[in-house]
Nanobody, 120 residues
């Protein structure tokens, strides 16, 4: 069993900061990539930021320069530092892990989501 758990959401005023944490645990053979997605009411889930095992980073255009993703390989964890938050950042944020549970079996796993609300 693989579990992905997020924490760190909350309420913050526009211009403020929040930090999100995510850790994957269980039968993990190799992590390919981990990242953060978000979904606002009435909208599709979208990529916010990701990092792969080789250390390559990817960010949505809307968060470049404001958000920073980092990884902790020892703990199979990723973090998202969110600065200069805007009301349009309000969404449920989901952690995603793309990983192998064996040499020939892989899947994507999702956390339960954590609410981020930015007031104007």
């Amino acid at each position: 069993q693989v579990q992905v758990v997020e924490s760190g959401g909350g309420l913050v005023q526009a211009g403020g900061s929040l930090s999100l944490s995510c850790a994957a645990s269980g039968s993990i053979f190799r992590i390919v990539a981990m990242g953060w997605y978000r979904q606002a009411p009435g909208k599709q889930r979208e990529l916010v930021a990701s990092v792969n095992a080789g250390g390559a980073y990817n960010y949505a255009d809307s968060v470049k320069g404001r958000f920073t993703i980092s990884r902790d390989n020892v703990n199979n964890a990723v973090y998202l530092q969110m600065n200069s938050l805007k009301p349009e950042d309000t969404a449920v944020y989901y952690c995603n892990a793309y990983l192998y549970t064996s040499r020939d079996r892989w899947n994507e796993y999702w956390g339960q989501g954590t609410q981020v609300t930015v007031s104007s």
